[in-house]
């Protein structure tokens, strides 16, 4: 069975929100990172698809029942232990395993931000294709923002860059030496002193603002690492209480 929500948004392609996003975090893993995390905020999102699926009961002989739209919208990208979704980013689409979803709406409160709760269904386990995954980027962009990634107008240094210039330009630090691909890693601790000094926190001081602002250095030490260019990597909840340290 097949379903599309169409949109009027201007929107683009997930190839294209990977390219928009790899050149402000400049590397791609990161990007992923980043947009994946953005598609399963608990505020709901613009992306639009269409989408293919079938429904497996788990047991019982009770037919499975109908798969919305909103369900989906609300659902698909939400990261759980009984569920997979697996990305081709070249081809703007994404598969999704898991138990079935729907959702219920509270009809108590009118003036909820959210009055949509996506429920999953362990009775029945769902194939969802969704192809020509669409979604608006200014809100990405403003997140991006948000957090303090740089406009590409506005390319951002390496934290290592920065913490070069930072020592060059220091009297009482003696003098860098040239980079080299031997360079050993940097402590974690430096990277992340280095990192928040080129990515500041541009928002208000809430605990979820810290948290947002924390996978985002997370997603950047994740690339950093693989690049052998920090020792370490840290857990999420390190990482924002690093941040908040003066």
């Given at each position: 069975m097949a379903q599309t929500n169409p949109s009027a948004t201007t929107s683009l392609l997930l190839r294209e929100l990977l390219a928009l996003v790899v050149r402000r975090v400049g590397d791609v893993g990161a990007a992923k990172k980043f947009l994946l995390d953005y598609f399963d905020r608990p505020d709901k999102i613009d992306w639009q698809f269409s989408v293919e699926f079938?429904?497996?009961?788990?047991?019982?002989?009770?037919?499975?029942?109908?798969?919305?739209?909103?369900?989906?919208?609300?659902?698909?990208?939400?990261?759980?232990?009984?569920?997979?979704?697996?990305?081709?980013?070249?081809?703007?689409?994404?598969?999704?395993?898991?138990?079935?979803?729907?959702?219920?709406?509270?009809?108590?409160?009118?003036?909820?931000?959210?009055?949509?709760?996506?429920i999953y269904d362990l009775h029945y386990q769902v194939t969802l294709r969704v192809s020509l995954i669409r979604a608006d980027p200014a809100p990405i962009i403003e997140w991006l923002e948000f957090l303090g990634l740089r406009l590409p107008d506005e390319?951002?240094?390496?934290?290592?860059?920065?913490?070069?210039?930072?020592?060059?330009?220091?009297?009482?630090?003696?003098?860098?030496?040239?980079?080299?691909?031997?360079?050993?890693?940097?402590?974690?601790?430096?990277?992340?002193?280095?990192?928040?000094?080129?990515?500041?926190?541009?928002?208000?001081?809430?605990r979820e603002a810290y948290r947002d602002w924390a996978r985002?250095?997370?997603?950047?030490?994740?690339?950093?690492f693989e690049a052998k260019q920090v020792d370490r990597i840290w857990s999420l909840p390190t990482m924002e209480?690093?941040?908040r340290e003066p």
């Open positions: 079938e429904v497996v009961p788990t047991g019982g002989s009770k037919p499975p029942p109908y798969i919305d739209v909103r369900a989906i919208e609300l659902g698909f990208w939400r990261r759980t232990e009984d569920s997979q979704v697996d990305i081709d980013w070249e081809a703007n689409s994404a598969v999704y395993v898991g138990p079935l979803m729907w959702v219920d709406f509270d009809q108590g409160d009118l003036y909820a931000d959210d009055r949509y709760r996506v390319p951002a240094p390496s934290p290592l860059a920065a913490q070069e210039e930072m020592q060059a330009t220091t009297p009482s630090s003696p003098p860098s030496a040239p980079t080299s691909p031997t360079t050993a890693p940097q402590p974690a601790l430096e990277w992340m002193r280095a990192t928040r000094r080129t990515r500041p926190r541009r928002m208000r001081p809430t985002a250095v997370l997603a950047l030490m994740e690339a950093a209480r690093r941040l």
